[in-house]
């Protein structure tokens, strides 16, 4: 069975960082590039960014880049965020996904509530 | 990067059929996939490549594709098929982008 567990997230403060993991089983992990996915309280999903199956290739969404920092480690099955000088307007459920060409499989979501 | 337009809402009678349209200038290029989100629940893939189904879905779920812009078609909505749906796609760098989501409501 495919499974993302995530963990991390929380209550900050603007200006400060917060690091989410995404633990993965039931698939090869190295043969999958990973993605994470957002969604502001009401609001639509947000492509986060996405990293490359052995981690050598990165990418970001134009609202992050700079800021956040997508990473892996292959021998732990897990899948990183790093968000740095985060703002109010960082709040959202974070989603890890697996967006495979033919089937995809989504983390439970963990809430990252950026306030003063 | 890229946009991709959905309309906001879309209501459908049960048994009818929705059509949700999803434009981009991009998509003439690049495949579509289209994920289905109920509330408290994380996205799922109903559409792939356009017009792909995967494992699993039903076939009541269809996607089509004409230049610029990509359907997904529900025949025969159910109830449980009220949800937001949301068109995703990818430009050639390898940015993703989400549509704006499109809700379903079943009357």
């Known amino acids: 069975q495919v499974l993302l567990v995530q963990s991390g997230g929380g209550v900050v403060q603007p200006g400060t960082s917060l690091r989410l993991s995404c633990r993965a089983s039931?698939?090869?992990?190295?043969?999958?590039?990973l993605h994470w996915v957002r969604q502001a309280p009401g609001k639509g999903l947000e492509w986060v960014g996405a990293?490359?199956?052995?981690?050598?290739?990165?990418k970001y969404a134009a609202s992050v880049r700079g800021r956040f920092t997508i990473s892996r480690d292959n021998s732990k099955n897990t899948l990183s965020l790093q968000m740095n000088n985060l703002t109010t307007a960082d709040t959202a459920l974070y989603f890890c996904?697996?967006?495979?060409?033919?089937?995809?499989?989504w983390g439970q979501g963990t809430l990252v509530t950026v306030s003063s | 990067s890229f946009d991709l337009t959905q309309p906001p809402s879309v209501s459908v009678s049960p048994g009818q059929t929705a059509r949700i349209t999803c434009s981009g200038d991009a998509l003439s290029d690049q495949y579509v996939y289209w994920y289905q989100q109920k509330p408290g629940q994380a996205p799922m893939l109903v559409i792939y490549k356009d017009t792909e189904r995967p494992s699993g879905i039903s076939e009541r779920f269809s996607g089509s594709s004409s230049g610029a812009t990509v359907t997904l078609t529900i025949s025969g909505v159910q109830a449980d098929d009220e949800a937001d749906y949301y068109c995703?796609?990818?430009?050639?760098?390898?940015?993703?982008?989400f549509g704006s989501g499109t809700k379903v409501t079943v009357l």
């Open positions: 995703q796609s990818a430009d050639i760098s390898g940015t993703h982008v």
């Open positions: 039931g698939f090869i992990f190295s043969d999958y590039g």
């Open positions: 996904a697996k967006m495979s060409e033919s089937e995809d499989c």
């Open positions: 990293i490359s199956y052995d981690g050598s290739n990165a």
